[in-house]
């Protein structure tokens, strides 16, 4: 114990470091479980869309949307949601995975969505670029 006092008394600088690498690494953790919604990845997807009838929302714009968007997805925008004028009511009761083009976006929406009561909420880690990369099919309008 004494050469613990001894090695602070001799090196304030690296414990004070020391403290604030443990301080940021704890806040992230935190952080990373006090977020109510799950991210999850392309398979997790895929089972909770085939065993639970997941909804699957995209939320970029409509354009992107129409070019090619996972199969059965809706189009809501991240506006919509933020702002509240998205009609959220009909996806209270099923799992809802949210995804946008690199999963930034989805990340935000999936937590408003949880604010807004819904809670089973996923983000596709990796958004639609991550779809694309496996070589999965995309639905077009």
């Known amino acids: 114990m004494s050469q613990l006092v001894e090695f602070i008394g001799n090196h304030p600088f690296m414990v004070t470091l020391f403290l604030v690498v443990l301080f940021l690494f704890l806040n992230t953790l935190y952080k990373e479980k006090s ?4 991210n999850v990845n392309i398979d997790q997807l895929t089972r909770l869309v ?7 929302v995209d939320v970029r714009p409509k354009e992107a949307f129409d070019q090619g968007h996972i199969v059965n997805a809706i189009n809501m925008s991240l506006e919509d949601i933020t702002s509240g004028k998205a009609k959220i009511d009909k996806l209270k009761k099923k799992p809802v995975i949210v995804y946008c083009q690199i999963g930034k976006s989805s990340a935000s929406a999936s937590q408003k969505l949880t604010d807004a009561g819904l809670e089973q909420v996923f983000n596709l880690q990796g958004g639609i670029n991550a779809w694309i990369s496996e070589k999965l099919p995309l639905s077009k309008v």
């Open 35 to 38: 977020k109510a919604f799950q």
């Open 50 to 56: 085939n065993q639970q009838n997941a909804q699957v």
